[in-house]
């Protein structure tokens, strides 16, 4: 890109913020723009660095007049400004594609419709343990371009979306995984599951045959997505089902063995600080990249087993009078609760609800029947969510505040019970975020 190329930057989060930071640092004139409003925090540092900006409206004519538009990932390419854009023959790249145009180190990208952040902030826990110069982003912590522009790393691990990976361009991973595929935001994607596949696989689009791609073999989804889609790295597979000749696979003596180029590693699941059979899949996957990067096994070993897990994913948040609180409030489809409940064993309460992104709830029905005693609904509108339970527990309760949800969780639940919140929706009718939604939670938990 050339010195003084103009920038235009819808959305003003968090991606769009890092964006015209990093265009800034590189001799380019950004300009932000979005219809909503920015937050106090982006616009203290846009008038800091003098950033030009604007919130509730686009100046179409300045948008249009851009050189390279760097649009957020909550931006579909549907919307008429962006059509102009690509009509008037101006290049629309995601943040990640932008900043990795000015990338000197080398990536790990993470991907899947489960387990990203969780498998991200795996894989940067032992990479920093090995003593690695790893930073941590994209759809995690602060965004790929803002940490190019302020800091110098080797590796990068990134988490990436599916939007984050539809407007990329020459983006490249040297370690790619994908975790899964299961529905998730089938509206952006013309209610077409193999759209939202082939938006994940997009993430090989640009590899080479010296870079790898770790995939699960036990999930159908990504075997049929990786028939339709052309990949060069080499692949090294992930599975609980079978035992494999490369890859990470799970014993008959439930050993976690990962062997590649005939050099095994070996560690017992019990000792995996993630329990549960989706945080297998996640360990598998983090374990491998770190086979293939030649960590010292041990090292390996101790990062999987001393690992605290993120915020607002299956954290264990008190328990009182022997009933366990855990917050998975991360939890914004019915596949993510599918391994919330899969995982505990115990009596559960319940707590679910939110907007409702088209979940089946049907997928749930059998956990349910033989996991769940209660459910309380936090949500405006839990219609969906009664009807396809009703009948299947002995109580369902509804609730419009975090607070007034736990209160009625902790009054159904008994000694050695769990109150799960895994809402299976997304947070924006009651919330501001889905971690808006955790922290009420906790902070009601902590006050019972």
Same mark, same amino acid.
């Given at each position: ?44 540092? &846009?008038?800091?660095?003098? %950033? ?8 179409? /004519? ?32 995601? @943040? ?13 990208? %993470? ?60 983006? =490249? ?29 997009? %993430? ?41 000749? @490369? ?25 995996? /600080? ?38 607002? =994913? ?54 349910? =029947? ?41 009054? &159904? ?36």
């Amino acid at each position: 890109m050339k010195n003084g190329a103009k920038i235009g930057i819808l959305g003003g989060g968090e991606s769009g913020i890092g964006a015209a930071v990093l265009a800034q640092s590189k001799g380019l004139v950004p300009f932000v723009s979005d219809l909503g409003k920015i937050k106090d925090k982006y616009k203290e540092v &846009l008038i800091n660095k003098s %950033i030009e900006w604007e919130e509730e409206q686009h100046d179409e /004519a300045r948008i249009l007049a851009s050189d390279y538009v760097v649009k957020s990932p909550g931006i579909p390419s549907t919307v008429p400004l962006v059509k102009k854009l690509i009509a008037k023959g101006v290049e629309v790249i995601s @943040e990640v594609e932008f900043g990795y145009r000015f990338c000197e180190g080398k990536i790990i990208g %993470i991907t899947g419709s489960n387990g990203k952040t969780t498998t991200s902030n795996l894989v940067y826990h032992m990479l920093k343990k090995a003593g690695l110069n790893v930073a941590l982003g994209g759809n995690v912590g602060k965004s790929f371009a803002w940490q190019l522009a302020t800091e110098k790393h080797d590796w990068y691990v990134l988490e990436l979306s599916s939007f984050q990976l539809d407007d990329i361009v020459d983006f =490249r991973a040297e370690i790619s995984i994908l975790l899964n595929i299961t529905p998730d935001h089938l509206d952006r994607y013309e209610s077409s599951f193999e759209k939202y596949a082939d938006a994940k696989m997009r %993430i090989v689009k640009n590899a080479k045959a010296d870079d790898f791609f770790i995939y699960c073999a036990d999930s159908k989804a990504t075997l049929s997505a990786m028939q339709r889609n052309d990949c060069k790295a080499k692949k090294i597979p992930f599975s609980i089902q079978n035992e494999l000749n @490369e890859g990470a696979y799970l014993s008959k003596d439930e050993q976690l063995i990962i062997n590649i180029n005939n050099n095994h590693f070996t560690m017992s699941i019990h000792d995996l /600080a993630l329990q549960g059979k989706h945080n297998l899949y996640n360990s598998m996957a983090s374990g491998i990249a770190g086979r293939i990067l030649d960590l010292r096994k041990e090292l390996i070993r101790e990062s999987l087993s001393d690992f605290q897990n993120v915020e607002h =994913r299956l954290e264990r948040v008190a328990t009182i009078h022997g009933i366990d609180f855990i917050n998975d409030s991360k939890a914004t489809n019915v596949n993510s609760t599918w391994y919330a409940l899969e995982s505990l064993n115990k009596p559960v309460v319940w707590i679910v609800g939110g907007v409702d992104k088209g979940n089946d709830y049907g997928e749930l029905l059998q956990l349910v =029947r033989d996991k769940v005693k209660a459910i309380v609904c936090l949500g405006k509108d839990n219609s969906k969510i009664i009807d396809a339970f009703k009948g299947e527990v002995s109580e369902i309760q509804e609730s419009l505040s975090a607070e007034d949800a736990v209160r009625k969780a902790y009054a &159904l639940a008994t000694k050695e019970d769990a109150v799960l919140l895994s809402p299976a929706c997304a947070s924006f009718d009651l919330f501001e975020n889905y971690e808006d939604r955790g922290q009420q939670f906790k902070r009601a938990v902590r006050a019972l």
